[in-house]
């Protein structure tokens, strides 16, 4: 069965400041990883995804994220966090069509 | 282009009463999808169709729970009888053919709150 960890429940940055949040995932081939981000009151919104090829994988609003096979990991980053970033963000492990799974989340505070 | 439209946005119920959910996907979408999002949690898939045919219903409860998807096009999610457990909000996402890993685009969601 797949599965998702996401470790940190809430994290705090001061703005200008890197940002990684980490996903650990659990799927039995090669997973399709993605990552989302929700504001309050809105649905999720896609940030990047991952398939295959290049490891490291750019998304939206600045954002990247690692794929490390050997770790069973795929950490999202942001090198400068700006104020409007404070969100909830998810991970999620997809293999079949349509199959996916979400971790329970990180909420995200950025300090001015 | 308009993305997924759901509607109510809220909706405050009592248990035992029944809830609807009604939910239009962006135009040209072939794969519909339901989520349940308890609160702290991630979505949980409840039910996912391919045009009009429910193809993975895998963890709707089907006492309670049913789904519909006429014509291939918009979806409703009813809940009956609703219980305190179903608070929670109810996501519905879509996609354009159901190819693995495709970006799936979700709507606000509809925040139920069963007293």
């Known amino acids: 069965a797949q599965s998702v960890t996401q470790p940190d429940i809430h994290i705090t940055v001061s703005e200008g400041a890197s940002l990684e949040l980490r996903c650990n995932y659990s799927?039995?081939?090669?997973?399709?990883l993605f990552w989302y981000v929700q504001s309050p009151g809105q649905g999720l919104q896609l940030l990047l995804k991952?398939?295959?090829?290049?490891?490291l994988v750019q998304g939206i609003k600045g954002f990247e994220a690692e794929f490390k096979r050997s770790q069973s990991s795929f950490n999202l980053r942001k090198p400068s966090v700006h104020w409007s970033d404070a969100a909830e963000y998810f991970c999620?492990?997809?293999?079949?069509?349509?199959?996916?799974?979400f971790g329970d989340g990180t909420t995200l505070t950025v300090k001015p | 282009e308009a993305g997924v439209v759901q509607s109510p946005r809220y909706k405050i119920i009592e248990k035992k009463q029944p809830v609807a959910f009604w939910c239009n996907p962006i135009?040209?979408?072939?794969?519909l999808y339901w989520y349940r999002q308890n609160l702290g949690q991630g979505p949980e898939l409840l039910i996912r169709y391919e045009n009009e045919e429910a193809v993975d219903d895998s963890q709707l409860p089907k006492d309670r729970f049913s789904a519909e998807r006429l014509k291939g096009v918009d979806s409703t999610l009813k809940i009956q009888p609703a219980e305190l457990g179903d608070s929670a909000v109810y996501l519905c996402?879509?996609?354009?053919?159901?190819?693995?890993?495709?970006?799936?685009?979700f709507g606000p969601g509809t925040r139920l709150l069963v007293l």
């Open positions: 999620a492990v997809g293999g079949g069509a349509g199959k996916s799974t």
């Open positions: 991952y398939f295959s090829g290049d490891t």
């Open positions: 996402a879509s996609s354009l053919g159901g190819v693995p890993g495709e970006t799936q685009y």
């Open positions: 135009s040209g979408h072939n794969t």
């Open positions: 799927y039995g081939a090669t997973p399709y």
